[in-house]
Nanobody, 116 residues
Framework: QVQLVESGGGLVQPGGSLRLSCAAS????????MRWYRQAPGKERELVAA????????DYADSVKGRFTISRDNAKNTMYLQMNSLKPEDTAVYYC?????????WGKGTLVTVSS
């Protein structure tokens, strides 16, 4: 079955960096676009970044443009989110997501806390 497992979250000071990973299994990873979402306390889940199946095209929320970079390694069935210049408002649970055969698939999320 499809599994998405996020890792790499943690506590970081404002201005710091983190790299999130999403390990995928149970499907042909290289055939599907992937996304990162996040959900802050008391807020709705929002799209952070997206990447096409081959990694040739990416898109970002305005709030993270120039600071976050989405990438993928299809040989390792893994997607990444490099987060630089982190701000307190980036604090959230980050989820990886894919859409396959009419179904949405989510990981369980990894918590990122930006605080001094």
């Amino acid at each position: 079955q499809v599994q998405l497992v996020e890792s790499g979250g943690g506590l970081v000071q404002p201005g710091g960096s983190l790299r999130l990973s999403c390990a995928a299994s149970g499907f042909t990873f290289s055939r599907y676009a992937m996304r990162w979402y996040r959900q802050a306390p008391g807020k709705e889940r929002e799209l952070v970044a997206a990447i096409t199946n081959a990694g040739g095209s990416t898109d970002y929320a305005d709030s993270v443009k120039g600071r976050f970079t989405i990438s993928r390694d299809n040989a390792k069935n893994t997607m990444y989110l490099q987060m630089n210049s982190l701000k307190p408002e980036d604090t959230a649970v980050y989820y990886c997501y894919t859409f396959r055969w009419g179904m949405n698939y989510w990981g369980k999320g990894t918590l990122v806390t930006v605080s001094s």
